[in-house]
């Protein structure tokens, strides 16, 4: 009885009471302190599952994790840390062949991950599947490490680590990875003015003349959706995308739509990274778009079929806009850097 009084309470002390059969429970209890996150006003409300609230031990926790090759020991990615792939300088991302390594910045607000939404819940959903599937974390290596098991109980009360709690861990690390004091940002909160072409260019993004828009909604440049922007007109292997979820023929072709924040820094561009440049993209989508049956209506324009046609001073205007976007300060914030 005693016990369940004391757990009961520990819990609401952000205690992850795990084994029963536990004699003491005050070594498993976290002694975190409650992080608050500062976010533009109007981004949405950043949703924290309350089994994880955010903490600062709990970020830090999540952070070392992310940039230690400790996590792939044993696994099938060795050698490797999460940020092998997805490098603060560029939003972390990183420029490869073959799939392109999509962005970490303001997951917080996703709900579907990965190109083809295979992943869909929280950041804690995503991350069990990273820590789990993808890099196979051998937990073993951490219990004996010398430092990982108390770092794990001050953060999470957690007395023996299990995979789920590196999941939570690296879910706070995401949420402290948000990105909103880009030009744009600075725009929007009455700051600093546009230059001309900059202001034509949100004109073309924010208008039918462009509508980038409708997919790529402010403020986070993303609706969270899926689409077919016409990149191809026949589909197989992984360019079925969003397809090999739901089975759905209206989801054929079918993919994320990515942030655009940071947007200059994350080239080769498009789930296969078919552009080199914002150039090559704003290309396409003034005249590249190509049919197919699940070709997203948004894409076709009346009386125009499927052009845009923008004149050489919009595509720049267009482009100096997607600049706006960049965060210098989230790139290169040394508290998002390594901590090794
Ligand atoms: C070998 C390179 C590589 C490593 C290492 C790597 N990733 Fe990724 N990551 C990728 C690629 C490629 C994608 C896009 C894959 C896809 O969508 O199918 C991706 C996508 C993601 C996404 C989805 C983002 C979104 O917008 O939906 C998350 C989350 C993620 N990675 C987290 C992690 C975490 C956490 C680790 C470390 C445990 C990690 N990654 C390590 C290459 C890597
Ligand atoms: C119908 C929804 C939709 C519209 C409209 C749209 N996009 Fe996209 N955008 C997407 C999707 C989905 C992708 C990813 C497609 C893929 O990789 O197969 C994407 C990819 C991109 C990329 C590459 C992102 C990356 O990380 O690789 C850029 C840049 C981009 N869009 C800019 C724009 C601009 C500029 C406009 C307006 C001219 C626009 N988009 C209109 C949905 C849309």
Known sequence: MRRSIACLLAVTLLT?????????????VASATPLQLDIPSYFPPMVI???????????????????????????????????????????????????????????AWSTHFLWNGKVSGALEDIMRFEVE??????????????????????????????????????????????????????????QEVLTLSEQLGAMVFLT??????????????????????????????????????????????????????NIALTAPYMHDGRFQTLEEVIDFYSGGVRHSPSLDPIMTKPGTGITLGLTPQQKSDLIAFLHTLTDDEFVTDPELGSPF
């Open 16 to 28: 992850a009471c795990r084994r029963d059969n536990m004699e003491e429970l005050s070594p498993c």
């Open 133 to 190: 599937e993808f890099f196979q974390v051998d937990v073993s290596v951490l219990r004996a490490h010398p430092e990982y098991p108390e770092l794990f109980r001050k953060a999470l009360g957690t007395c023996e680590i299990v995979p789920g709690d590196v999941a939570k861990a690296l879910a706070q690390w995401f949420r402290r990875m948000a990105s909103g004091r880009s030009k744009f940002d600075r725009y929007m909160m009455n």
């Open 49 to 107: 599952p309350a089994g994880n609230p955010l903490t600062v031990e709990g970020v830090a926790l999540g952070r070392r994790l992310y940039y230690d090759t400790l996590l792939s020991r044993n696994g099938p990615l060795q050698g490797l840390a999460c940020a092998s792939c997805h490098d603060q300088a560029r939003s972390f991302s990183v420029s490869t062949s073959g799939t392109s390594v999509l962005p970490h910045v303001n997951l």
């Open 208 to 261: 039918e003349a462009g509508d980038c828009f409708h997919c790529h909604a402010i403020p986070l440049m993303t609706d969270n959706a899926f689409h077919n922007i016409g990149l191809d007109s026949a589909f197989s292997g992984f360019d079925v995308g969003r397809f090999a979820v739901t089975g759905a023929p209206m989801d054929m072709g079918a993919f994320k739509t990515p942030t655009l924040r």
